[in-house]
């Protein structure tokens, strides 16, 4: 009877190790267009690819400008902290987010942003208002809307200038 209890717990276990366990980031997984700047120079010295979050990265027009562009899940190599890399086409370059790297979150400024653990991209479309938040944002392009699983969530979005944070939820 023993062994029947302790085999099921053991393999439930074993499943939850494996399903939190990152995944290994395959590098022609990488789109074309952003692989040498995610391979060479400051940015592959500074940072890499981190893969505890599925997908590693997300494709949206960010800045609206009708271009595809990427966001990545990445790592501080000096520090571990985690973050965000955007690569807008129109600038062929890539914008840090957190990862050593401040970013305005409601009223505080976060340098890593390893409390979040899901994402997704949403749409250019309408943002209902957020809790207790202040009027919601005109989306320019395609937003990446983050959280943390059964808590709050926020989006990250082009304001024209730079990325900034509309909180959603708690």
């Known amino acids: 009877m023993r062994r029947f209890w302790k085999t099921p717990a053991a393999l439930i276990v074993l499943l939850l190790t494996a399903c939190s366990v990152a995944q290994e980031i ?20 500074a940072y890499a690819l981190n893969g505890s979050m599925n997908p590693f990265y997300l494709r949206g027009d960010f800045d609206g400008d009708g271009k595809p562009d ?3 899940w990445i790592k501080a190599r000096s520090t571990g902290a985690v973050g965000i890399a955007i690569w807008l086409a129109a600038k062929k370059s890539l914008i840090i987010l957190g990862a050593g790297h401040a970013l305005r979150v409601g009223s ?11 994402w997704k991209v949403f749409g250019k479309e309408p943002v209902e208002r ?7 944002p005109r989306l ?31």
């Open 26 to 45: 395959e590098i022609e997984n990488v789109p074309d267009e952003v692989l040498n700047d995610i391979q060479l120079g400051a940015f592959a010295r």
């Open 70 to 72: 990427y966001a990545f």
């Open 108 to 118: 505080t400024s976060e340098t890593k942003l390893d409390f979040l653990n899901t």
């Open 130 to 136: 957020g809790v207790g938040a202040a009027h919601p």
């Open 140 to 170: 320019l392009g395609d937003a990446i809307l983050v959280g943390k699983r059964e808590s709050a969530s926020g989006l990250i979005y082009w304001n024209g200038k730079e990325f900034a944070w509309y909180q959603q939820g708690d």
